[in-house]
C-alpha cells in the first residue's frame, strides 16, 4: 500500500556558511520542486501561510501552533485545519 503524503509548504534559509548570516536567502518551498525565492523571511512566511490557505493544505503539524498564530494573530484567517491551543489564544489576548 503506498503512502499518499502530501508536502506541507515550509520556509528555507538558505547560505554557503554559517559564518555567512548575513547572506542568507530564504525560500518559500511549496513541493519538492517547486519554490520561490523571497526577499525576506516574512515575505516567505506570507508566501507559505498563504499557499497552504489557499489550496487548502494542513500546515506542519510540528510547527501548528505557531502557523496557527500567525494565520489568526496577523492575518485573521480561520480554516477548517485549525486547532488552536489555549496558549496560543492566551497569547493572541496578551497582544491585543
Given amino acids: 500500500m503506498k503512502h499518499r503524503i502530501q508536502m506541507q509548504p515550509h520556509v528555507v534559509l538558505l ?23 523571497a526577499a525576506l523571511i516574512p515575505h516567505a512566511v506570507d508566501i ?32 477548517k485545519f485549525n486547532r488552536v491551543s489555549s496558549k496560543t489564544l492566551e497569547l493572541m489576548s496578551d497582544i491585543v
Avoid: N
Avoid at 547560505?15 to 525565492?37: G, K
Avoid at 498563504?50 to 480561520?78: D, M, N
Fill in 15 to 37: 547560505t554557503e556558511s554559517v559564518h555567512q548570516l548575513d547572506r542568507i536567502v530564504p525560500y518559500a518551498v511549496m513541493q519538492t520542486a517547486v519554490y520561490f525565492e
Fill in 48 to 79: 507559505c501561510l498563504k499557499a497552504a490557505f489557499v489550496f487548502g493544505i494542513e500546515l506542519p503539524s510540528t510547527a501548528h501552533s505557531s502557523w496557527s498564530f500567525v494565520q489568526r494573530a496577523i492575518y485573521g484567517l480561520t480554516s
